[in-house]
């Protein structure tokens, strides 16, 4: 199996809508930086979101990627779940409507499905330009697409400064729009 060899996986619905929303919370509350661009195999946080909106669709739909995407979708969840600098965190349930318990269960099915088919950890690192600009590296790149109706619903406000509050994690946060509350399992 090469990089670029599409593999299909068969995912049930919530497994796609969960890799799904971790492509597209880059937009909203997630804070991508250059460095972690590189470290998810995108080449920097532009070619990032344009990956989401090629990859997005794609795995909404069911349909087979490249080991060297499914690595990338599975890489982009994992953190964008997990992390409170850099990704959601707090803010996961509230954008996206799945529960933390619910989501780690899903994730780890994903890690064995993906890993398993796909054999994304047999892929050798991509050779990526080291960045360039050393004052890029805390920078945010906002969503380059904004006029594109097929990314209207990446947000690119800037991240809040306030503590996240967990009292009430149903709080609707301004302009994300795409995250119905899961349904009951």
């Known amino acids: 199996m090469t990089a670029d060899e599409l593999v ?3 995912l049930d619905e919530d497994e796609r809508e969960v890799l ?3 492509l597209t919370e880059w937009g909203g509350p997630a804070r991508c930086t250059e460095p972690l661009a590189v ?4 080449g920097s946080v532009a070619e990032l979101f344009e990956h989401v909106v090629r990859l997005r669709p794609l795995v909404r739909g069911g349909q087979p990627l490249s080991p060297r995407d499914w690595r990338r979708v599975l890489a982009s969840a994992e ?3 997990a ?3 850099f990704g959601s965190g707090w803010d996961w349930q509230a954008t996206t409507g799945f529960r933390d318990e619910e989501t780690i269960r899903l994730l780890r099915s994903l890690q064995r499905k993906i890993a398993r088919t796909a054999r994304i950890h047999e892929l ?7 960045v360039e600009n050393p004052s890029a590296e805390n920078s945010r790149v906002e969503n380059p697409s904004a006029d594109d109706p097929s990314t209207q619903n990446l947000s690119t406000e800037q991240p809040s400064t306030e503590h996240r509050s967990t009292e009430n994690p149903s709080t609707e946060r301004p302009g994300v729009d795409e995250h119905p509350p899961a349904e009951p399992s």
């Not at 470290?39 to 995108?42: I, K, P, R």
Request: charged share 15%; proline share 13%.
């Open 79 to 81: 953190v964008v779940f």
């Open 83 to 85: 992390s409170d600098v």
């Open 124 to 130: 050798p690192p991509v050779e990526n330009p080291s």
């Open 39 to 42: 470290a998810l195999d995108f």
């Open 20 to 22: 799904a929303h971790g």
């Open 8 to 10: 299909a996986i068969e």
